[in-house]
């Protein structure tokens, strides 16, 4: 039975209602909280970024190219496409020795408002860089020519670094790898569908590696630093994921995924003495309001996401403020500013 995650509220009517489903794991594997179906099998979309670049790193693909901190966040990330976003991505490009145009993820415009009015101003095309998970395509492309695989075909299911990143991801989400179900992403690139306590279990792991062979540690920790470090890279300056980041100050990470999916994680200590990870499923997706107007383009993941973490009281309530136009509750107003209603988290876990 599907359960309501979030409510918009019209006067004293309910207009419209989201549901979704909220797995809360530790690094062992023990459900600690959840909502709905924790069992819910949905596609992680660009929350998968995080396991997608792991083998690479595990595999001293960043040494081995010299990436920055920021290049390696920009690996794990759905950038907006500032200019800072699209010069990051051309250094490594550089330093790999690659052309923009090996990438097959596709262009799109940018969600950076400077860079938009830029690109509409001067007529600019976009080309594959500006594509939010450019930065992904490029670490992916390392990994191929780092171990002398064609770049042709870095995408297909049967490349070995695709492989690589399947067998990865099941071995860290704790399922087998023919339980993983398959589809492709909106950039073209293979991805993976998981019950929601599995997606959670991996990140519970990533940020608590501690029972994980020494390089696979290493890994995550490797990335978990640089997404803390550089969140910026992760979405942008302003957007959520950045800004919770940047509260955070290196006890979380999280990543957002299309139609209502994002992964969390907590570091040991924050929640316990053990890392635990949080996945939850919007089973509706996640789109604006159509005739109010939202400081988000996403109504419901913020809201969810900082609920979750204020009945875990991870979050302070000046932490909670400083976050408090992404929610949890928020007052709806319409272009004229006129106060028109709220939303709401109407879930307990």
Known sequence: ?????LELMRGGVVEATHFGSIAVVDSTGKLLHSYGDPDTVAFLRSSAKPFQALPFVEQGGAEYFNFTQSELSISCASHETSQLHLDTVAAMQTKIGILEGSLQCGPH??????KLRQVIKEDIKPTPNFNNCSGKHTA??????MRGLPLETYLAFDHPIQKDILKTFSEMCGIEMDQVQLGIDGCSAPNFAVPLINAALGMARICDPRDLSEARAAACKKITSAMSAHPEMVSNHGEFDCELMNIGAGRLVTKRGAEGFQIIGLMPGVYGEKGVGIAFKVTDGDKSSMNDSLESTARVR????????????VLNES?????????????LKNYAGLVTGKSKPVFHI
Not at 1 to 5: D, E, K, N
Not at 302 to 313: F, G
């Open 319 to 331: 932490e909670l403020q400083s976050l408090s136009k992404f929610g949890p509750e928020k007052i």
């Open 302 to 313: 913020p809201s969810v996401t900082l609920e979750i973490l204020r009945q875990l009281k």
């Open 140 to 145: 992916m492309l390392a990994f191929a020519k």
């Open 1 to 5: 039975m599907l359960q309501p995650i």
């Open 109 to 114: 415009l940018p969600g950076d408002p400077s």
